[in-house]
């Protein structure tokens, strides 16, 4: 009786145990995907800093580089997976209004529209949209916070790129 029940046990754990371990993630992504093409967002809100789209392009790539098996290319025709998009808004706006109108806190608001576009296993095409903030003081000086609160915004962004590459395929 222990034989069978250590025998069925042992079937059932080693059955359910992973073939490999790793730290990036594989699943989700058809197998036909090695490459990506991102081109360098552009931008269509008023108040951004022109150096911002290249910022965010490039923590994309990076995070897209570090967190999946794809690898970038220079040319967009060797990309199974081909992204683009638009910086649409970019506004820091007041929230947590308190007595007299006064703002405790700011927000600093960014939307971008990407189109992604994939070539395999068969042509599909779709829209994400992402819209991120991040909040701050409203005491504080913008500008010497701006950077630290776009490091926050471009990494919850270039999760929600990854997230949309790892699933709906």
């Known amino acids: 009786m222990k034989i069978i029940i ?56 990076d995070g897209i580089q570090n967190n999946t098996r794809l690898g970038l290319t220079p040319n967009l025709n060797d990309a199974q997976v081909q992204l683009s998009g638009e910086i649409t808004n970019y506004s820091v706006n007041p929230i947590a209004l308190q007595n007299g109108d006064n703002a405790a806190k700011n927000r600093l608001t960014v939307s971008v529209v990407f189109d992604v576009n994939v070539t395999l296993p ?17 005491g504080a000086n913008f500008a010497s916070v701006e950077n630290q609160l776009l490091t926050q915004v471009n990494e919850q962004v270039v999760q929600d790129v990854i997230n949309k590459l790892m699933s709906n395929w």
Request: include cysteine.
């Open 122 to 138: 068969k042509k599909e095409e779709t829209k994400l949209v992402v819209t991120r903030f991040a909040d701050f003081d409203a």
């Open 6 to 61: 250590v025998g069925i046990l042992s079937v059932l754990l080693f059955g359910c145990w992973p073939s490999r371990i790793g730290f990036k993630d594989v699943g989700g992504m058809p197998e036909e995907w090695e490459r990506f093409y991102l081109q360098t967002l552009r931008i269509s809100a008023p108040t951004c800093p022109l150096s911002y789209a290249a910022g965010l392009s490039e923590s994309i790539k």
